[in-house]
C-alpha cells in the first residue's frame, strides 16, 4: 500500500530553531543516513560541538557560518504510516519571498516561536502568510521552553498573544503546543520535563492529522499538458489532476471552447483504470475527435471554472525592481502562459499590523491586492476554492526571472456584478443608509458608491444613503439598515468594514436587496 503523502513547511524567527526542529526530528525518527550523520558530527566538532542538529538542513557553507537559514531546504522522511516532505525556510524578513515559495505547497505548517521572546513582529507575518496561503493546518510550536524553566506559565500567556493575534485571520485548523527541539521534549518522545501538557507530541501530530478531506475532489479540473499522438489511431491528453475525480464514460466539456465529449480511457503508469484523481499524472482519451492544445482545460460536464482575463489577485512582489502598472510581464498558471499587466494595485497590505495603505507600486516581499488583465483568458477558481487553479507565477518577459506571485479572489465582474439587467425597486421602500460625518470617510464612501451602483441598475427613487458605524474593541461594523414607507418592519445587514473592501460591502448590500427582493 502507498503511503500518503504530506508537505510540510517550517517558518519562525532568525534563531527560534526551526532547522534544530527539523534536524531532532529526522535524528530521533532514524530518518538520516549514517554517511550524512558522520558528516554532520565532524562538521560539529569544528565548532566545539558534540552534534549540531541544526546542519542537517543547514547545507550551505554561509548558513553554517552565520548559524542561520537562508534558502530553501528540502529533506524528506518516512514513518510506517506517511511520507514527509519539510521544507526548512529562512525567517528573516527579507527573505518573505522564500517563505512563499516554500509554503505554498504545504498541507501542514509549523511556525516556530522562541519561548525567552514570545510573539513578535515576524511571528505576525508568518502567521498572515500561512493565512493568505490557505495552508489547512497550522502548528504553532514554542520552542526554547527548556530555557525559561520549562514555564506553564510562559507558555500560557504566549497562547494567549498568539490566539489574539490568530482571531483576525481565517486559519481553518490551528494547535499550539511547547517544545524543546535542543534536548528533545515533546518532539519524538514526550520527555519528563512538560508533564503539565497533555497534548501529543509534535511526532504523533504529523503522525494523525487528518489531510485527505482537505483535497478538493469534487471540481475536475485536468490542464492539458502535452498531446500524445504516437501514431494516426490514438491521440490522448496527458498531465496532472489538479483537483477531483474522472471515471471512464463521463461527460466532459473542454474550456475555453466549450465543447464536450465523453472518456474513452484513463491510462495511469501505463495500465489503462476505471478512475482516475488528484494529484494522478494520467493521459485521458476522448471519444470524438477534438482540437485541444497545451494551456486547454478539460472539466466535467456544468461543473467549469471561472474563465476571464480581468480579475482580482493578492500579489507577493519577489524582485528588487518594484513593480509596474501597466509594464508587460509573463503569467504562467497551470499549464498556460499569457502575456498580462497590472491594471490597478488597489492597496499594499501592512501584514505587521493587517492594515492596508495606500501605495503607487510594490517593492521587494511587500504584498498588495491588484486587478490583472491577461492577453489570453485565464481558466480558474478562486484560490480559497481551488490553490492548484488559483495560484499562478509572474515573469519579467526579458530577464525571464520569477518576480512575483499571486492568489486568485475572483473574477473582476463577479466582483462588481450583480445583474447585468436594470433592476427597479419594490414601490413604496426607503432604503437608509446612515454614516456618522467625519468618524469614518470610508463609510461614506461606501454609501456613495452604493448609490452609484444602484443608480447603474436603473435605480433611480427612494434611495437615501446613510451608514451607521459602530466601533468595539475587537472590530469595527457598518450596518445597513432597510425600511419600508408606511410599514414598521425593518432589516439589516450587518458588514466588517475592517475585512472588507468598498467593492465587497457594496455586492453584499445588493446581493442583500435581491434576497430580501427591495430589488426586481
Same mark, same amino acid.
Given at each position: ?20 526542529? %527539523?534536524? #531532532? ?21 569544528? $565548532? &566545539?560541538?558534540?552534534?549540531?542538529? $541544526?546542519?542537517? *538542513? ?5 548558513? #553554517?557560518?552565520?548559524?542561520? *537559514? ?12 506517511? #511520507? ?19 509554503? $505554498? ?30 495552508? +489547512? ?20 500567556? %504566549? ?39 497533555? &497534548?501529543?507530541?509534535? !511526532?504523533?501530530?504529523? =503522525? @494523525?492529522?487528518? %489531510?485527505?478531506?482537505?483535497? @478538493? ?7 492539458? /499538458? ?17 483537483? &477531483? ?10 474550456? +475555453? ?6 472518456? /474513452? ?30 494551456? =486547454? ?11 476571464? @482575463? ?8 519577489? $524582485?528588487?525592481? +518594484? ?14 502562459? *499569457? ?16 492594515? #492596508? ?7 521587494? @516581499? ?72 467625519? =468618524? ?21 427613487? !427612494? ?30 445587514? /450587518? ?26
Amino acid at each position: 500500500m502507498e503511503l500518503e503523502l504530506v508537505r510540510l513547511t517550517t517558518a519562525g524567527s532568525v534563531d527560534d530553531g526551526k532547522s534544530t526542529l %527539523i534536524g #531532532r526530528l529526522l535524528f530521533d525518527c532514524n530518518a538520516i543516513f549514517q554517511d550524512q550523520l558522520e558528516a554532520v558530527k565532524k562538521a560539529s566538532k569544528q $565548532s &566545539g560541538q558534540e552534534i549540531d542538529l $541544526s546542519l542537517i *538542513t543547514d547545507g550551505l557553507a554561509a548558513e #553554517r557560518e552565520q548559524k542561520i *537559514t537562508i534558502d530553501v531546504a528540502y529533506r524528506y522522511f518516512s514513518t510506517k504510516k506517511r #511520507r514527509f516532505i519539510i521544507s526548512d525556510v529562512p525567517g528573516h524578513e527579507q527573505y518573505t519571498r522564500n517563505m512563499v515559495t516554500g509554503a $505554498s505547497t504545504a498541507d501542514i505548517a509549523l511556525i516556530l516561536i522562541d519561548a525567552r521572546h514570545g510573539v513578535i513582529t515576524q511571528t505576525k507575518r508568518h502567521l498572515f502568510v500561512a493565512s493568505l496561503l490557505s495552508i +489547512p493546518h497550522i502548528l504553532v510550536v514554542v520552542n526554547k521552553i527548556d530555557d525559561v524553566g520549562y514555564s506553564q506559565e510562559v507558555f500560557e500567556k %504566549i497562547k494567549k498573544d498568539v490566539l489574539q493575534c490568530a482571531s483576525r485571520l481565517h486559519m481553518e485548523d490551528f494547535h499550539i503546543m511547547p517544545i524543546s527541539a535542543l534536548k528533545g521534549d515533546m518532539v519524538v518522545h514526550r520527555g519528563t520535563n512538560l508533564n503539565w501538557y497533555q &497534548g501529543s507530541t509534535l !511526532y504523533d501530530y504529523l =503522525e @494523525n492529522v487528518q %489531510i485527505a478531506g482537505d483535497r @478538493n475532489l469534487i471540481d475536475f479540473r485536468f490542464p492539458v /499538458q502535452y498531446v500524445l499522438r504516437p501514431h494516426q489511431n490514438f491521440r490522448g491528453y496527458a498531465g496532472t489532476i489538479e483537483s &477531483g475525480i474522472i471515471r471512464k464514460g463521463e461527460k466532459v466539456t473542454i474550456v +475555453p471552447s466549450g465543447k464536450t465529449s465523453t472518456v /474513452q480511457s484513463i491510462i495511469y503508469n501505463n495500465t489503462e483504470q476505471e478512475e482516475a484523481f488528484a494529484p494522478q499524472s494520467v493521459v485521458l482519451t476522448l471519444k470524438d475527435e477534438r482540437d485541444i492544445s497545451r494551456g =486547454e482545460m478539460i472539466v466535467r460536464e456544468k461543473n467549469v471554472p471561472d474563465v476571464t @482575463n480581468f480579475f482580482e489577485a493578492t500579489v507577493c512582489w519577489f $524582485s528588487e525592481k +518594484p513593480m509596474q502598472k501597466a509594464k508587460s510581464y509573463i503569467m504562467k498558471h497551470t499549464t498556460r502562459s *499569457t502575456r498580462c499587466t497590472v491594471d490597478t494595485l488597489r492597496y499594499r497590505l501592512n501584514i505587521d499590523n493587517f492594515h #492596508r495603505e495606500k501605495a503607487s507600486n510594490l517593492k521587494l @516581499n511587500e504584498i498588495g491586492r491588484v486587478y490583472i488583465k491577461t492577453n489570453d483568458p485565464l481558466l480558474f477558481d478562486p484560490y480559497y476554492k481551488n490553490k492548484n487553479t488559483g495560484g499562478f507565477i509572474i515573469i519579467d518577459e526579458i530577464t525571464n526571472q520569477t518576480v512575483g506571485a499571486g492568489v486568485i479572489i475572483d473574477s473582476v465582474k463577479n466582483i462588481h456584478t450583480v445583474n447585468t439587467e436594470q433592476a427597479t425597486i419594490q414601490p413604496g421602500a426607503l432604503l437608509s443608509f446612515t454614516y456618522t460625518d467625519g =468618524e469614518d470617510a470610508q463609510n461614506s464612501t461606501i454609501a456613495h458608491a452604493l448609490n452609484k451602483k444602484l443608480r447603474t441598475l436603473g435605480v433611480q427613487n !427612494y434611495i437615501e444613503i446613510v451608514i451607521d458605524t459602530k466601533k468595539t474593541m475587537r472590530k469595527k461594523t457598518c450596518t445597513a439598515k432597510v425600511t419600508k414607507r408606511r410599514s414598521s418592519k425593518k432589516s439589516h445587514i /450587518q458588514l466588517n468594514t475592517a475585512k472588507m473592501s468598498q467593492d465587497e460591502c457594496v455586492q453584499t448590500i445588493v446581493k442583500y436587496l435581491y434576497k430580501k427582493k427591495y430589488l426586481l
